[in-house]
Nanobody, 117 residues
């Protein structure tokens, strides 16, 4: 059974930092591109950052220079370091695993990030 377990969400003041993690089980972690998406009420789920098996990274323009995605294949974990947070970063954040050799894709349960003073 595939499980993606996210952690690290919470409430932070503007300018603060949070680190999200997503730990996988039931899949071969290294064969997947990993990504973080976020979603606010009434809106679609948007890509925030992704990292391929070859560690090619992509970022949403609005988070470039503030967010850093990384992966630790030995721990089956992907991270999202979020710095200089602002209120527009408030959302539910989801991790996603996309199989690089086929069409399988898996989602985490989501973790709430709230940026508020």
């Amino acid at each position: 059974q595939v499980q993606l377990v996210e952690a690290g969400g919470g409430r932070v003041q503007p300018g603060g930092s949070l680190r999200l993690s997503c730990t996988a089980s039931g899949i071969i972690f290294g064969l997947y591109t990993w990504a973080w998406y976020r979603q606010t009420p009434g809106n679609q789920r948007d890509l925030v950052a992704s990292i391929s098996s070859g560690r090619t990274m992509n970022y949403k323009d609005s988070v470039k220079g503030r967010f850093t995605i990384s992966r630790d294949n030995s721990k089956n974990t992907v991270y999202l370091q979020m710095d200089s947070l602002n209120t527009e970063d408030t959302a539910v954040y989801y991790c996603n695993a996309d199989y690089e050799w086929g069409s399988r894709s898996y989602w985490g349960q989501g973790t709430q990030v709230t940026v508020s003073s």
